[in-house]
């Protein structure tokens, strides 16, 4: 467990940018979590899990601790259910698979998610359908100040859309050290209100789909639209989709009737921001080493040597594009450092 100064982060985010760490550590335990936060406890630090929902704009002028906490285990079941606990540091996508070859039913729709187990809580992952607080029981975390653990169950966790407790009240106070499922044994929910699942599953002729089925048709829609973070370099969608009230949408929808959107409840809407940014121009532009993806208007791409500014500035121009063109503030999802 060496701590190793001027550390390359290039491999350490998705976006392949060239960023370094005054210093780093990769720690494999909660003892070993637990020492570093102790003998440094007037360093700056940085909490690093897969690198996948953020974007270096700058050198780190702290302690990078990477989580990489392995492990995972069955911790209780009964003839309908299991709870399956992870570790942090666990791939999340090798994680769902897992599950599946268990024949354990919850997390096939986010199957390919990039990132490690640890850092999901977080975002409140979800595609297709699907969030992680669907089938989160809870998630244990060290507090950085001091090293203590603290369990938190659902409720403490504060859920929304791609939102927790830990990235609000929380924020910067807690490391996640593994996470609790619950997960079907039996009469899974297999969840195919998604066209595009739909129409894969029609493509390959498969009319009563299992787990399995469900994981390979959601990876194969996701390798379709989305790039290969080891070939091209991004961080999955890079915005938030905008959820607005009914009658702000309305009134822009006059404008705009085209416009695409789903109903997520009696007052509010969500807006495809894919959509927006399509609308605007923007699929497939690029600007320098830096750009849009050309299947998904979602994904910035780092297409060799591009500076997490040089990402930071395209994805701003979009944003006051979109605003000006609709009237509607799209968010990052991805977290700018």
């Keep these: 467990m060496d701590i190793v100064s001027d550390f390359s982060l290039k491999k350490y985010n998705t976006f392949g940018i060239e960023a370094t760490a005054k210093q780093f550590v990769a720690v494999h335990s909660t003892k070993e979590l637990k020492t570093i936060l102790l003998e440094n406890k007037a360093q700056k630090k940085f909490i690093l899990g897969g690198g996948s929902n953020m974007l270096l704009t700058k050198d780190i002028d702290a302690l990078v601790i990477h989580i990489d906490l392995k492990g995972k285990k069955i911790i209780d079941e009964n003839d309908d259910f299991v709870w399956v606990e ?3 540091g666990e791939n999340w996508h090798e994680f769902v698979l897992w599950t599946i070859d268990q024949n354990f039913g919850g997390l096939e729709n986010m199957s390919l998610i990039p990132g490690n187990v640890g850092t999901t809580p977080v975002q409140n992952i ?34 929304g859309y791609r939102e927790s407790v830990f ?57 379709s639209k989305l790039p290969d973070p080891k070939v091209l370099g991004n961080s999955g969608s890079f915005f938030k989709n905008p959820i607005l009230l009914k009658t702000d949408f309305e009134k822009i929808q006059q404008k705009f009737p085209e416009m695409k959107y789903f109903d997520i409840s009696k007052t509010e809407v969500k807006v495809p921001a894919g959509w927006l940014i399509e609308q605007a121009g923007f699929k497939g532009k690029r600007f320098g080493d830096a750009g849009i993806h050309k299947n998904q208007a979602l994904v910035l791409v780092n297409y060799g040597n591009a500076t997490g500014q040089e990402i930071l500035n395209v994805s701003k121009n979009i944003q006051e594009t979109i605003y000006k063109m609709f009237g509607i503030h799209i968010e990052a999802e991805v977290n700018v450092i």
């Design 167 to 223: 990235k609000n009240e929380a924020k910067d106070q807690y490391i996640i050290t593994s996470v609790v499922f619950k997960l079907t044994k039996t009469n899974h929910k297999i969840n195919t209100s998604y066209g595009d699942i739909l129409a894969e599953l029609e493509k390959n002729n498969i009319s009563n789909p299992t787990l399995r089925d469900i994981s390979t048709a959601v990876v194969a829609i996701r390798k």
């Design 126 to 159: 979800g595609a297709y359908g699907t969030e992680i607080k669907d089938t989160f029981v809870s998630c244990e975390a060290m507090t950085i100040e001091n090293q203590q653990i603290k369990n938190f169950i659902k409720e403490d966790c504060n859920f």
């Design 86 to 88: 992870s570790q942090a």
